[in-house]
Each structure stands twice: as C-alpha cells, then as structure tokens.
C-alpha cells in the first residue's frame, strides 16, 4: 500500500469529501491560495473556488459565527483554527452554540462543524503556539474531542468527523505532520468513540494519544526485551472514551499508566484515573500512574521546552515504576 504523509491524508480526506458532499466547505486563516500553514488545504482553492474555499480575516470567534450559522442551515463546515492555543478566541461559540444547539431545540437542530487545529509542543514555537488544550474542552457536553497518531487514523477519523452531525474538536499534533504511513485510496471512516489496541501485552497497560502514542510503542518494544509485556492503547478519540477497551485491558494486565503531553494538573489523564478508580478499583495492583507536561507554559527556550514536555524516558520509567510497584 502507498505511503502519505500525515498532512498529505488530512488534505486527501478534505478533497475526498469536498467531492462527494456539495455541503462540505473550507474556511479559515490562509486556508485558500496558500492552502494552509501546515498545507493540509493545499489544492482545495483552485479546485473548489473560493466560494466553497473562504479566507477570512484574523477573527476566529467570526469563523466559529459562521460556522454555527452555515451548519444550523444545512451545510457542513469545516474550520481551520491554525493553533490549538487560539481557540479561546472563539470559545464561547464552541460551548454556547456549538455543542448545545441539539439539546436546546429537541434534536431539531444540528451543528456538523469541524473544527480543526495544530496542537503541541517540541516545534519550538514558544508560548502561544505549543499548547495542548484538551482537557479545556472535555469538560464541554455535546463536543466530541478526536486525537489521530497516523496518518492512516488522520484520514479516516476526518472523514468521520465531516459526516458527524456532532461538533468535533479535531486535534493534529504540530509533531505528527511529516509522519508517513500507509493510506488507502478510497474513502474510508474509522468509528469516533473507538480506541485502538497498538500493541498487545499482559503486564501493564499504557494509555497514550497523538505523539505520546508513538513514545509508548517505542517504550513496549524496548521493555520486551526486558521480559516485559506492555499493552499499548491509543484513545483516538478523547470523548466520548472507549471504556470497554479501556476496562477489556486493565482487567487482563492490572496496571496502568496514561501518557500525555498536556500539563498534568486536571489533564485527560486524571480522568481516566478517576473513572478507574470509580469502576476498575477492584482489578488494579497499583495507584495509575500519570506521564504529562509539568504545570507550566512552554517555554521559548529548546532546552526549557524540552524539559517541561514528557520524553520518552520518562514513559519508559513510568512503565517500569507500575510493574515494579
């Protein structure tokens, strides 16, 4: 099978949907001619028209305005925020309109927005372009939170996201882009709500989205050799959490760790320590144990951003710590 790049699936999902769906457009900050700060709109433009293609100006709650208002009518937009750290700009869109639009009118109403945005650190983009705001939106009824780590996962959850009637907050790790994988050709959708067992292992089980993902597949291969069976499992989408997944593991290795890059204070990872806590208590040998960023901004410095975000070691002495425990 051929191989695309991370940022390559994204733009073939948005080409692949525009085509099929004359509802589906395109707009925010140099999404148009430039075809995105990180190019996933690249093509769209000259293929669509800057009709289904819209450049706006510097206004992200404008975007979101428009975009509730289009999706309320029957269209299904699909907005570029180009970093996470900015959709503070257009939150009270996002909680007040987006996600309560169905409730508020009996399901009369729906909001089939896609809201896509760079998140993460380690592209040395200081303070206000490194964040990974999640959590902040977890917290939101009626939001779904998608986290892709392939680009084969890129492609197939865009897609299911575009054919939602739900709100989706789509996150792409700024790390993730330049990855490549196998992509298949055709249109394909991969079930929002649904994790992924990466790898299988009976010891412990980690829990890891986006780049952390990849730390903790590379942490399982190295403790193999150790003689120890690591399970990895990829969230794919943050909510709703797959808790049958999740629960199918834990009862079978007993332990746990959730690696994640967001600050570790009220991230997505005490969440599913909580909801472990609540419903797995009986089955788990030790406390779960959370790899996350320290409570911090990240820092423009490389050498202080390096050591705010987690790193692969600190995964790998995580797992150990659980085992040992």
Request: charged content about 25%.
């Amino acid at each position: 099978m051929r191989e695309l790049k991370f940022s390559q699936a994204l733009n073939e999902a948005l080409h692949q949907e525009m085509e099929r769906d004359e509802d589906v457009f395109v707009l925010g900050q140099d999404v148009g001619k430039m075809g995105g700060d990180f190019g996933v709109t690249k093509g769209l433009w000259k293929k669509y028209g800057e009709r289904r293609v819209i450049d706006t100006p510097l206004s992200e709650a404008a975007m979101l305005g428009l975009s509730n208002g289009a999706a309320f009518t029957g269209l299904r937009p699909v907005v570029e925020i180009m970093f996470a750290d900015f959709i503070t700009e257009c939150f009270d869109q996002i909680v007040n309109n987006s996600a309560k639009a169905h409730y508020m009118f009996s399901g009369q109403l729906t909001a089939p927005i896609v809201l896509r945005t760079a998140n993460g650190g380690g592209f040395r983009a200081a303070y206000h372009h490194s964040q990974n705001p999640e959590a902040w939106l977890m917290n939101i009824p009626g939001i779904t939170v998608v986290a892709p780590t392939t680009p084969y996962e890129a492609k197939g959850l865009l897609i299911s996201s575009i054919r939602s009637e739900n709100p989706i907050i789509f996150f792409e790790h700024k790390m993730l882009y330049s990855t490549s994988g196998e992509v298949p050709e055709e249109s394909y959708e991969l079930e929002l709500g649904k994790a992924k067992v990466k790898r299988e292992g009976s010891d412990v089980t980690i829990i890891a989205s986006m780049k952390m993902c990849e730390y903790a597949l590379q942490a399982a291969e190295e403790l193999a050799e150790d003689g120890i069976s690591v399970e990895v499992i990829d969230p794919r989408t943050l909510v709703p959490f797959d808790k049958e997944t999740i629960f199918d593991s834990i009862a079978k290795t007993n332990r746990v760790v959730v690696a994640y890059e967001a600050p570790k204070t009220g991230g997505y990872g005490a969440e599913i320590a909580g909801m472990l806590n609540d419903e797995m208590f009986e089955f788990l040998k030790a406390p779960v144990k959370r790899v996350a960023s320290l409570d911090s901004p990240v820092a423009f410095s490389p050498k202080l951003e390096d050591y705010i975000l987690p790193n692969y070691n600190e995964v790998l002495e995580g797992i150990k710590e659980v085992v040992e425990y």
